[in-house]
Nanobody
Framework: VQLQASGGGLVQAGGSLTLSCSAS????????MGWYRQAPGMERELVAT???????VYADSVKGRFTISRENAKNTVYMQMNSLKPEDTAVYYC???????????????WGQGTLVTVSS
């Protein structure tokens, strides 16, 4: 399974960006897809997740500004980011959890990361 993310870039504070990520290599529907981010010197943190049924979870810091969505048939997840702030600057990682374990390990994958830079 491979996750291909795109959509990062440089934007001014108050601007918008849309990230997308597609999971390929398996025809099985992904259970939970999500976005995490890691700023320099910081630990990776959850931004938002969405289940195949459409249930969402957001970090408090992005509620009301970011919207996560997905296309189940394409195993693709999107994140619309509005009202961006300099503190949103980070590498954003896509994550896909298929919801089962293989050899005791969660069958889940990370994308390569896409950089979002918000200038003040």
């Amino acid at each position: 399974v491979q996750l291909q993310a795109s959509g990062g870039g440089l934007v001014q504070a108050g601007g918008s960006l849309t990230l997308s990520c597609s999971a390929s290599g398996s025809s099985v529907r992904v259970d939970v897809m999500g976005w995490y981010r890691q700023a320099p010197g910081m630990e990776r943190e959850l931004v938002a997740t969405i289940t195949s049924g459409g249930s969402t979870v957001y970090a408090d810091s992005v509620k009301g500004r970011f919207t996560i969505s997905r296309e189940n048939a394409k195993n693709t997840v999107y994140m619309q980011m509005n009202s961006l702030k300099p503190e949103d600057t980070a590498v954003y990682y896509c994550h896909a959890d298929y919801g089962w374990k293989v050899a005791g390990l969660q069958y889940a994958f990370w994308g390569q990361g896409t950089l979002v830079t918000v200038s003040s």
